[in-house]
């Protein structure tokens, strides 16, 4: 994303999202001004902001990025394009549902309906994901027990297809009726749940009763907006 096809994306996200400026638009972003004018003589556009602009207004990544296709992911005739996929995001507070799965936003009254969805690039799914798209959910973070790695308030990509433990990475677990994120470690006998907060003490777990704790996914990407 070089040159003149930048400054065409920053065009395309002002008009999707009715910013009369680079003021405007830095504003919805959540960034300051200068971080505009930084991606312009860079040329290179943060991802998150795409997933803002999604979030807030329904825009199409694709066309955001190309000028291909529909603006909004809403019109009938748009779609996350080839180089996206769709992934959706965890029920709040999060909650497992059927099927030892985390449910979706959109099985919070158990309707089946369509809750809030966010594009992600099938290439950085290709290097980390090892499911289907369909086992996939954003879960959003609460709380700062993984201070610094995950702030309140952060997205956390769960492949629920990985779901042997990895020591030493991100897992969401269920543990006593709660979803939590936090790091897996062993030692003899015992399974160990890390915080990266070391404000937090571990918990341990004899490996007797470690079926108590159920691996719900490992987190393979961390998606945060700017401050």
């Keep these: 994303m070089k040159g003149l096809h ?4 920053l065009r395309r996200m002002m008009h999707v999202s009715g910013s009369r ?4 638009l830095a504003a919805t972003l959540g960034v300051q001004r200068a971080a505009v004018t930084d991606a312009k003589r860079r040329g290179a556009v ?7 602009l999604c ?3 329904g825009a199409n990544p694709v066309w955001l990025e190309t000028g291909l296709g529909a603006e909004r992911l809403g019109d009938p005739e748009a779609g996350p394009g080839e180089d996206f996929v769709l992934v959706a995001e965890a029920a709040q507070p999060p909650r497992v549902g059927p099927g030892g799965f985390l449910a979706a936003s959109g099985d919070e009254d158990g309707d089946g309906g369509e809750g809030r969805r966010h594009a992600v690039r ?3 799914l ?3 994901a090892r499911g289907a798209p369909e086992d996939l959910l954003f879960l959003p973070v609460a709380g700062d027990a993984m201070e610094p ?3 309140d308030g952060d997205l956390a990509l769960v492949d629920q297809a990985q779901r042997e433990p990895v020591y030493g990475k991100i897992h969401a677990l269920a543990v006593d009726g709660r979803v939590l994120v936090r790091r897996l470690d062993a030692r003899p006998g015992r399974l160990v749940i890390v915080s990266d907060n070391r404000g937090y003490p571990p918990l341990e777990t004899p490996l007797a009763e470690a079926a108590a704790v159920r691996i719900l996914g490992r987190v393979i990407w961390i998606g945060r907006e700017n401050p």
Excluded at 6 to 9: F, L
Excluded at 21 to 24: G, I, K, T, V
Aim: neutral net charge.
């Design 55 to 57: 979030r807030l207004y």
């Design 149 to 151: 790695t995950l702030r």
């Design 46 to 52: 943060p991802p998150d902001w795409y997933m803002r």
């Design 122 to 124: 099938r290439d950085l």
């Design 21 to 24: 400026n680079q003021a405007d």
């Design 126 to 128: 290709a290097r980390a």
């Design 6 to 9: 930048v400054e065409d994306i």
